[in-house]
């Protein structure tokens, strides 16, 4: 019970701040939603690992992965969070991928450039360079100072707050089911290929047979032009040989 509730607090304490985050990276709250609930899922099925670990950084880097294989919403069904500062995000999507995390993570989750570069893979003068020119696309952007730009983006997290979201036992049962669920796919899929082999096994068997057969019990396996030419012997080719 301890993992149980060791997970329990992490996701009650962290799962907000990491749906700001993803929210603030993607603009799309249903995107944002299912990534944030599918990196909660995986930090579950792997919580004797991740537990030992930078936990939230984990979370965070699984929900952008869910992001960039997401289809996204099409953008006539798009709903925005109530509260939400349109004009923001807006502004965050005209950013490059790169410049739109940086910034997320140094504003609303709250790291040091050094660390929110880390987190990235970048190298700190990238990373400084990604952020002075991110900050001041959003500035110009928006009309507002580099302060009130940061304002406005840790004001998200308090409008991703009225967003429902399961607990953290949902959470730990349906990456249970869906554990279960790629194991019987695995299984299915193993035995599709084992029955798939069987049968070219057994096509190219007769084959191997003919091959293996001694000469004298090949006899009539000559292809076609053998056997014309043979009935084009005549009295003539038998003397002269």
Not at 207 to 231: K, M, Y
Request: hydrophobic share 45%; net charge negative.
């Amino acid at each position: 019970m301890a993992q149980v509730d060791d997970f329990d607090d992490f996701y009650e304490s962290t799962h907000r701040l990491t749906l700001a985050v993803t929210y603030a990276s993607c603009g799309d709250q249903r995107v944002a939603d299912e990534a944030t609930v599918h990196a909660y899922e995986h930090a579950w099925r792997r919580w004797d690992v991740v537990s030992a670990a930078d936990s939230v950084r984990y979370a965070r880097e699984e929900a952008w992965k869910s992001i960039l294989v997401s289809r996204g919403t099409h953008p006539l069904r798009r709903k925005d969070v109530s509260g939400t500062d349109r004009g923001l995000v807006g502004a965050l999507m005209e950013l490059d991928p790169a410049s739109r995390r940086l910034i997320a993570l140094m504003t609303i989750a709250n790291l040091d450039i050094d660390t929110a570069a880390a987190e990235l893979s970048l190298d700190d003068e990238v990373a400084i360079e990604l952020a002075t020119r991110g900050f001041g696309q959003l500035e110009a952007a928006l009309g507002a100072s580099i302060d009130e730009v940061g304002a406005r983006l840790s004001e998200l997290a308090g409008v991703t707050a009225v967003i429902s979201m399961p607990t953290a036992g949902e959470i730990r049962r349906s990456a249970s089911k869906g554990e279960r669920r790629n194991r019987l796919l695995l299984v299915l899929t193993a035995t599709l290929v084992v029955l798939l082999g069987g049968a070219l096994v057994a096509q190219g068997a007769p084959l191997e047979r003919t091959v293996a057969l001694p000469q004298r019990e090949q006899i009539g396996a000559e292809t076609r032009d053998i056997v014309l030419d043979s009935h084009n012997i005549g009295t003539d080719d038998l003397l002269k040989s």
